[in-house]
């Protein structure tokens, strides 16, 4: 996900003259462009910007019945699973989400349902932690840098909430809009992406029961940089196809334009399914370390879950749908 340094930025996005431009404003804002290597590269957001409020006394969900799908595997520590984040709004290392995030509101906070459904809503996130049942589900997930965590999620099958709508026949796509505010949100100043971060799923993925609304981790309501109140969990495909904090969900028939594709569409195709057989333009995808371990791992097919969900893609050549 590291389309940091101005020169990798297509050409269409933006001019060069407009990105020299852009580039003094950053510098006097305090928001230089770090250069980017490979991996691991990102833009340094100054530590003295919005005040970190203390945490709030974490919500602790009752009543978390064990879901289905769930992996064997340990989970990662808390610590691990909440100080190593992407969430490029709050800057685009791995440590800023966890401080800048704080500032986030997140209450009060809607969701608009939309576009091709019978029955557009607005609903509130209190009345959409009570449309099912939740339930903790650890899943493994893959990010398209070639790391991976375990993360005991609590949430509910996303379908219960896209049916709330009642999705017209025509619709074959949802699209996932992420919160966007300048004001508390350092990373937006830069033109890493066409901001609000957008997402995409075809409907009968975002359907899978495997596919889960995120509402917690560790049995409690999500933390803020970990895409709280309300964030996608889709856990056979790359972690960026799970957008965080969601305010809008847009029921298309056309194939959505998502934020990652329009900054860079060699790289980052609309399916990323986790594939060790697809590597990256820059980078193998066959192998991946778990945060916490010093050996490699390797990837696996959907990352594990090919029993569940290699029946949506049957006839499809994964290499050319990436
Ligand atoms: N809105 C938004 N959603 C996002 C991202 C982001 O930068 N912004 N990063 C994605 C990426 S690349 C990954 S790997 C996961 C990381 O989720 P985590 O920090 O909860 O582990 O969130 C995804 N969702
Ligand atoms: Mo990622």
New binding site residues.
Partial sequence: ?LILRAADIAPSEITPRELYQRRREFIKAGLGLAAATALGGGVLVPRSAPAATPAAEPRRFDGVRKGPFGSDEKPNSFKD?TT??????FG?DKES?AEYAQAMKTRPWTVNLEGLVHKPKTLDIDDILRLAPLEERIYR?R???AWS?V?PWVGFPLSALLRQVDPLGTAKYVEFH??LDPRTMP?VRLPV?DW??V?GLRLDEAMHPLTLAGVG?YGQA?PN???APL??VVPWK????????IVKIRFTDKMPQTAWMKANPEEYGFYSNVNPNVDHRRWSQAKERRIGEFRKRQTLLFNGYAEQVAGLYTGMDLARNY
């Fill in positions: 996900m699973i190593y984040n992407n969430f490029y709004e685009s989400p997930l990010c398209v840098e965590m993360i992420s919160h990373g992406l609000p971060y997402e981790l999500l940089q970990n895409g964030r996608v790359y972690g960026f196809k799970s957008g965080k904090s």
